[in-house]
């Protein structure tokens, strides 16, 4: 036997989300950055990422300071 609840009405209409601010015209129309260059394969795109992570001061900073933060957590699954 099964018990049928209608739904309730809602009390205002739904509204969706989105970007407020400065910011938010190019947050709407921007394309995303996986459309970035002519990587066709994750081996491309992984090699681009090693390749930036060396090369830009700031991605090496950021991932010295998360590898830092983690390296000392005990493994589990």
Request: cysteine-free.
């Amino acid at each position: 036997m099964s018990l049928y609840i209608p739904p309730r009405p809602a009390i205002r209409p739904a509204v969706k989300a989105g970007p407020i601010g400065q910011g938010a015209g190019v947050l709407m129309t921007e394309f995303p950055l996986s459309t970035l260059g002519n990587m066709t394969t994750p081996q491309a795109k992984m090699r681009q990422a090693l390749r930036l992570g060396i090369e830009v001061p700031w991605i090496r900073s950021a991932e010295l300071v998360i590898a830092s933060k983690i390296q000392g957590l005990k493994w589990h699954i």
